[in-house]
Every structure is written in C-alpha cells, then in structure tokens.
C-alpha cells in the first residue's frame, strides 16, 4: 500500500483558486491510479477527478469540469488538483487516494489507500 499526506487547503473567496497536493510513500506511485475526492459535512463522499498512471487519461465529475484539473509528477511522487473559479458548494474535506490499477474509476469503495484529507472553505 501507499502512504499518502494532502496539503494546500484553506479559506478562498468564491471565484478563487487553491492547488491541493498529495504526496506518496513508497517507490511504486507510478503503478497506481490516483483519484480526488470531497465530503461536505453530512453528505457522503463524492467523486472529483482521476488521473491514469501516466497522465494519458484524466476524468472529472460534470460538477468540476472546466474549472479543476488533476495532474501528477511520478519523479516526485505526487498528484495536484488545480481549482480554479471556486463556489461556495466546493466547500469540503478533500481526499486523495490511490488505486493499484490502471483503470480509472469513480467509486470511492475501489480505492484502497486513503490521505488524512485537507480542508478546503469558499466564502460566498
């Protein structure tokens, strides 16, 4: 399994931006599939983007489309999420996790390593 710590979150005005980091242990980041998720309080755990093991392939929710992106760094082990245009519905406890496949999927269930989660707050 893979260890994997976000940072980057904080308080935005809605129509800013933030960039989430996440950042993996061990040596074998690159055979993983690598996925962001949010939770807002009282509702569950919902899908925000995907990124393949080599960075052909991206996914995101329609939610996000246009205004996140997700790119990753295999030399340093890492996977961003660039937020752009952010509204106040974007607050929430974002996630990283990692998947040991190359197929991108959207179900959080699938995925088998979890980071701590960051915080992110957009004031209207």
């Known amino acids: 399994q893979v260890q994997l710590a976000e940072s980057g979150g904080g308080l935005v005005q809605a129509g800013g931006s933030l960039r989430l980091s996440c950042a993996a242990s061990g040596r074998t980041f690159s055979s993983y599939s690598m996925g962001w998720f949010r939770q807002a309080p009282g509702k569950e755990r919902e899908f925000v983007a995907a990124?393949?093991?080599?960075?052909?392939?991206?996914y995101f929710a329609d939610s996000v489309k246009g205004r996140f992106t997700i790119s990753r760094d295999n030399a340093k082990n890492t996977v961003y999420l660039q937020m752009n245009s952010l509204k106040p519905e974007d607050t929430a406890v974002y996630y990283c996790?990692?998947?040991?496949?190359?197929?991108?999927?959207?179900?959080?269930?699938?995925?088998?390593?979890w980071g701590q989660g960051t915080q992110v707050t957009v004031s209207s």
């Open positions: 996790a990692a998947r040991n496949s190359g197929i991108l999927l959207t179900d959080p269930g699938r995925y088998g390593s």
């Open positions: 990124i393949s093991r080599s960075s052909d392939t991206t």
